[in-house]
């Protein structure tokens, strides 16, 4: 099939002008989207970071804490407190079990799925006797 | 002519496919925009919500400074912490023991320093 002048030059250059603007756009999304995607891996971290926060707010709790002379020590929690049953923090999501060595256990909330546990000495009279605190939620 | 035409026909396609191509650019824009103004106010109503809760787990007083830059829109209400970036905010609530107190409070920023105070059972932003 003969061609005609115009399909020979104009054609050419109209593409040559597409692939420019095809290319251009390409380059600009791709280098936005490069500058873009670190942000997906912080996403499901909310839940451990509130359990960590939870368990830092336990271990300063006067509530079950030991105290003497009006200084409580940290981490160190009280039997008898502890037998009470009360916790002075108020939330639903989390429910933790602390348990000694000597085989008593104590626990708030219905611990069912263990996440995490950390050591922690428990105050019996005058004797101190070392546990975990399990955090389940 | 035939070759005419077709150039018309071509540069009119191109430039339907050429518009859609920006609109859709322009949206994945706006939409990293907006999901990275989302993302941190999130993680710095995080960050600074874990701070809080570790401040209050202490009975020590303290007088805290973070640098915090630009980004300062924080303010502590109703037992949460909003945090305000660009055109989001984040609101997470505040784990404290019932006894510690978190008084309603914005943050000044002065000097892009965002200051965290805790007397007795008393937290409050400055």
């Known amino acids: ?137 | 002519m035939k070759g005419t035409l077709l150039t018309y026909l071509l540069q009119f396609f191109s430039g339907i496919i050429i518009l859609a191509i920006i609109l859709m650019s322009s949206t994945i824009i706006s939409y990293h925009i907006f999901q990275k103004n989302w993302i941190n106010s999130k993680l710095q109503s995080e960050v600074l919500t874990s701070i809080l809760s570790s401040l209050s787990s202490s009975s020590l007083d303290y007088n805290v400074a973070i640098r915090v830059g630009g980004e300062c829109n924080v303010s502590i209400l109703g037992g949460g912490l909003i945090s305000k970036i660009g055109n989001d905010e984040y609101t997470t609530k505040i784990l404290v023991p019932e006894y510690i107190q978190l008084k309603d409070s914005k943050s000044f920023c002065r000097n892009g320093l965002l200051y965290i105070h805790k007397k007795g059972d008393e937290i409050w932003l400055e």
Do not use: H, W
Request: hydrophobic share 45%; with cysteine.
């Open chain 1, 1 to 137: 099939m003969a061609r005609m002048k115009g399909q020979a030059y104009v054609i050419p250059e109209t593409l040559i002008d597409i692939l420019q603007l095809l290319t251009f756009v390409a380059l600009f999304v791709g280098t936005f989207l490069i500058f873009t995607n670190y942000n997906v891996t912080i996403k499901s971290s909310l839940e451990d970071r509130e359990a960590f926060d939870f368990v830092n707010v336990i271990f300063g709790d006067r509530c079950i804490l030991f105290e003497k002379d009006g200084n409580f020590f940290r981490s160190i929690f009280e039997v008898e407190k502890l037998r009470k049953g009360r916790l002075c923090v108020n939330q639903n999501k989390f429910s933790i079990k602390i348990e000694d060595l000597s085989g008593n256990v104590f626990s708030f909330g219905d611990c069912k799925n263990e996440k995490y546990s950390i050591p922690v000495v428990l105050k019996d009279n005058e004797n101190y006797i070392l546990g975990k605190m399990v955090i389940c939620y």
